[in-house]
């Protein structure tokens, strides 16, 4: 079982992947937002070429739990996936899982240059890894 992991953001959108026995999220790539059909096809063949079942997609609700327009796009995109692929989406909240690893890469001393090419993609692994961990250990 292969679950996909996404952050989608209004530039790019950071895509990471379960391992097999889905325990363990790896960063996979950014896909660059040219347009909204273009996300999603790249999606779909990522999804068809490792025999995903699932898709995990972050996101960003306000801080007090309501729903932005960041939010509403990225929810609509939701039911564009579900649509289009029959591959059953999990919404994941993901308030400040960007900020997180742009934390932890500025703790690393990594530049500015290098954390805009792999921040999408490692806070896509932020998420899916939080949705895999919330079901070895549901509460």
């Given amino acids: 079982m292969r679950i996909i992991g996404l952050d989608v953001g209004e530039k790019r959108t950071g895509v990471a992947i379960s391992d097999e026995s889905a ?3 790896q960063p996979l790539k950014v896909i660059e937002r040219k347009s909204g059909e273009k ?3 790249e ?4 999804a068809d070429s490792y025999g995903a079942d699932e ?6 609700y306000n801080m007090d ?3 932005g327009k960041a939010a509403r796009g990225v929810l609509k995109l939701a039911s564009l996936l579900k649509e289009k692929t029959g591959l059953k989406i999990i919404e ?9 690893i742009e934390k932890v890469l500025i703790s690393a001393d990594v530049s500015r240059k290098k954390r805009k090419g792999v921040v999408d993609k490692l806070a896509a692994a932020y998420i899916l890894q939080g949705y895999l961990e919330a079901r070895k250990n549901p509460i």
Avoid: F, H, Q, Y
């Avoid at 999606?43 to 990522?46: C, D, E, N, V, Y």
């Avoid at 898709?55 to 960003?60: L, T």
């Avoid at 994941?92 to 997180?100: F, I, K, M, P, Q």
């Fill in 23 to 25: 325990l363990i999220a």
């Fill in 39 to 41: 996300v999603i096809e």
């Fill in 43 to 46: 999606i779909l063949k990522i």
């Fill in 55 to 60: 898709i995990v997609i972050g996101v960003p």
């Fill in 65 to 67: 739990g309501s729903v």
């Fill in 92 to 100: 994941w909240d993901e308030r400040l899982s960007t900020v997180a």
